[in-house]
């Protein structure tokens, strides 16, 4: 899971880059297993997300949606 973690770290960096807006490719970049939500475990490639996971998951379910997701981006 550490390997999948550094390959969406680095997804993450270089989509980044590339999208001005960035905000539906970071969350793709870091949602690791294609499920739609990222899990604490997949927010550990980007520390802020990390570091306001638990303020960003509305619901408490212990993983952040896309709207949850984009509450960062926004605030």
Not at 21 to 46: C, K, P, R, T, V
Request: net charge negative; aromatic share 6%; glycine share 6%.
């Amino acid at each position: 899971m550490k390997k999948t973690i550094a390959i969406a770290a680095a997804i993450f960096s270089s989509t980044l880059m590339a999208q001005p807006e960035g905000g539906s490719d970071m969350f793709q970049a870091l949602d690791a297993d294609n499920n739609q939500a990222i899990s604490s475990e997949e927010a550990q490639a980007y520390e802020p997300v990390l570091a306001k996971f638990k303020a960003l998951d509305s619901n408490q379910d212990g993983e952040l949606s896309r709207a949850e997701f984009e509450q960062l981006l926004q605030g």
